[in-house]
């Protein structure tokens, strides 16, 4: 497989060609990735207009990440709306598309918004608790649980637990 670390570009989103990109990315990534987690039906009827109206909606402290002019990954950062660690920043989403995955677009993502978030000591993130493919990534990078636990309702319940880094850490330097 041909190695294309170089050929991605992360860069703040600024087009509504990249928001509607990320609209593609939420709702494909959801469907590829929470399939056995998040209830079937409720995955079934996510649309692309509805991921990217809320792209739309919301375009502050987007990232997107780019393998031409193809917007294969996106993630969402800022500070805490957790109302327990006011003092932290938030990586609010972050989703590759599943042909992109093992191909290092996830922990650039990762990198640049962590980076984004410097003022802060403490960084966290949600993930869905069954998704184990994000907490290891989360793990990898230097997130360990912190306790916090949330139950949501997408079609059936699901609980979302938080993972948090202290900036004293670091990230790794590859995963």
């Not at 990315?25 to 959801?30: K, S």
């Not at 109206?53 to 780019?66: D, G, H, Q, S, Y």
């Not at 993972?163 to 590859?174: F, I, T």
């Amino acid at each position: 497989m041909k190695d294309i670390t170089d050929s991605i570009c992360i860069k703040p989103a600024e087009t509504d060609e990249e928001l509607c990109g990320r609209g593609y990315v939420h709702c494909t990534a959801w469907q590829e990735a929470y399939r056995g987690i998040v209830y079937d039906r409720y995955l079934d009827t996510m649309t692309v207009e509805a991921t990217t109206a809320r792209a739309r909606r919301f375009p502050e402290n987007t990232l997107v990440a780019k393998d031409g002019e193809k917007v294969v990954g996106f993630a969402v950062y800022g500070p805490s709306r957790d109302e327990d660690l006011p003092d932290a920043g938030e990586v609010e989403a972050i989703y590759v598309l599943k042909e992109y995955y093992n191909r290092k677009v996830g922990y650039r993502l990762m990198n640049e918004a962590v980076s984004r978030l410097s003022e802060y000591k403490t960084i966290f993130v949600w993930v869905f608790e069954k998704n184990e493919r994000a907490i290891r990534f989360y793990h990898r990078y230097g997130f360990e649980f912190d306790g916090g636990k949330k139950e949501w309702t997408l079609g059936t319940p699901v609980s979302i637990v938080r993972m948090v880094m202290k900036r004293e850490q670091g990230p790794v330097s590859a995963l």
